[in-house]
């Protein structure tokens, strides 16, 4: 269920608003379908230089020999289901699974919903859930019971790829979308959002990083369906995002601190390796094994531990994930390098072109002076 929204923030709390995040996007470069082949992508990289159009392809040769790529491994399930309660529809997001066959859940219609309903799931025959409290603000925990396999096979059934509501799709996903929206590292179900960076990186790409002598450490984070929820406050900290449970594991931990200990750089592939890595990183910049929830919330004047550059897609206006691009790199540097995206028809968002951010300290200096 939700968590309690964050404290008031402090007086002297630096400045942020949730509009100086917004920016101007023609509805054309909304992408609504990868680039073909995934790696013929754009990338524009941004670092204390300027602004350089190049191509994913060109990524080995923008890093060094012994950089670590920090990658997710989490797999997208098809978690959007419709259901009935009697005559009642409703369309269920699963969002997190608590075990024991209980998931939270995001329910268009949940006002429908009482303790104790049970919600029959269509094209899935014998798949229940029940209702185990009131819904708060949309959010349901639902019991689907103790038979994973059940429910595994039930979402194989029944389930949609649960694509952003940007990418229109008037009957549904297209079949082309459950391998589109899939990523390379996929192994560990659990998703109901790819991380998206990850869909640029192909067989050829992998081939011409190790050729290169870079390194990759795999971790998890298990995307939750938050990640479309829209700021709805004029400050951005009294936002609160769900959490998500994630791992990083001692194997991935030792890669990470070994590159950092040889002076190469940690390279995160995409933001939701960025948090579950920060998450588990030390004040030293060293990296600890890490398993459970994380509801870490990166805003402008954050302090990074452990990652030094960041490959990642050009974000919703007024998002979370813009403000982390923008706290990573520098609020005025994003500005620029977002307002140039535009002007030379980069594709944006989930299935859009990619930029790799540099970590700026002076910038993040800046953006966190009041």
């Not at 997190?96 to 268009?108: E, I, M, N, P, S």
């Not at 094994?289 to 050009?314: C, K, S, V």
Request: with cysteine; proline share 7%; glycine share 8%.
């Amino acid at each position: 269920m939700p968590e309690a929204n964050p404290p008031i923030p402090p007086a002297d709390a630096p400045a942020l608003r949730t509009e100086d995040f917004d920016y101007h996007l023609p509805e054309q470069l909304i992408a609504q379908a990868p680039a073909r082949p995934r790696d013929a992508a754009r990338l524009l990289v941004v670092r204390d230089g300027g602004l350089a159009d190049r191509g994913v392809l060109d990524l080995p040769s923008l890093l060094d020999p012994g950089d670590v790529l920090v990658v997710n491994d989490t797999r997208v399930i098809p978690a959007r289901l419709h259901g009935r309660r009697g005559a009642a529809r409703v369309e269920i997001m699963l969002n997190r699974c608590d075990g024991g066959g209980v998931w939270q859940a995001l329910v268009k219609n949940a006002r429908r919903l009482r303790p104790d309903d049970v919600v029959e799931i269509e094209g899935a025959a014998g798949c229940n859930a029940r209702v185990l409290a009131a819904p708060e603000g949309g959010a349901v925990m639902l019991d689907f019971g103790p038979d994973q396999a059940a429910l595994a096979a039930a979402l194989d059934a029944a389930g949609e790829i649960p694509l952003p509501p940007y990418i229109r799709r008037d009957t549904g996903p297209h079949a082309e979308d459950a391998a589109d929206y899939q990523t390379i590292f996929a192994a560990r179900p659990g998703a109901v959002a790819a991380p998206t960076a990850s869909l640029h990186f192909t067989d050829r790409l992998l081939s011409a990083l190790d050729a290169r002598g870079i390194k990759r450490a795999t971790v998890t984070l298990h995307v939750g369906a938050g990640t479309f929820l829209p700021l709805r406050d004029d400050d951005p900290r009294r936002h609160r995002i769900h959490s998500e449970w994630g791992e990083v594991s001692e194997d991935a931990a030792a890669t990470i601190n070994a590159a950092r200990a040889a002076g190469r750089r940690v390279v995160a592939i995409g933001t939701t390796a960025m948090r579950v890595t920060e998450t588990a990183a030390r004040e030293s910049g060293t990296v600890a094994p890490f398993r459970g929830l994380t509801d870490l919330y990166i805003l402008p004047g954050f302090r990074f531990h452990a990652i030094d550059a960041l490959l990642t897609n050009f974000h919703l206006p007024k998002s979370t994930l813009l403000m982390l691009v923008s706290a990573f790199a520098g609020t005025r540097r994003m500005r620029a390098a977002y307002a140039h995206a535009v002007a030379n028809g980069y594709r944006f968002f989930s299935y859009g072109d990619g930029s790799l951010l540099f970590r700026c300290e002076q910038d993040q200096a800046e953006d966190a002076a009041p």
